[in-house]
């Protein structure tokens, strides 16, 4: 009776075990874990995962080659804005080389212009003593028509 009561205890034991360690996890538990309905489950989430993630994955690409494309797109614009700079800068140079150019000719005409002026004011006070000694030259010429009058006047009296 001792052997009869000693398997069922041990029976029990090991019952219980199997028992304890029933999951709906089909890799873990033991002999009596085994669900075929719990497998199916775990199967059809790990493969909505994996959908889920296939689908994530392309997103990620197009998301990727858009990001590219757009890179792609901005460097291009970039060159050309460069370029534009460069011919920008290139043409501001050439406008400062005007400019400085420009100055040193409207100084050399503006020095061109004094001494026009210089000239003129020179010529007109030349012009202004001739004027004044033609005056003059007029008034020695009445004064000596006039002293000729006289002398001839008195030598005919």
Sequence with gaps: MKIVYIIM???AFMLSLGCQTTTTDPRKGGLFSYNPE???KRLDDRRRIKTDLERQNVEIQQ???KRESDYSTKQAEQDIIAKQVASLDEELDNVKKSIADITVR???QKHAKWKINLKL???QNK???NERKEHDLK???KELDNLLE???ALSNL
């Design 127 to 129: 012009l202004g003593d």
């Design 139 to 141: 008034e020695l010429k």
């Design 9 to 11: 205890l041990l029976s």
């Design 106 to 108: 409207t100084d050399l």
């Design 121 to 123: 004011k020179n010529l």
């Design 150 to 152: 006289e002398a001839e």
């Design 63 to 65: 998301e990727s080659r």
């Design 38 to 40: 719990a497998y199916e």
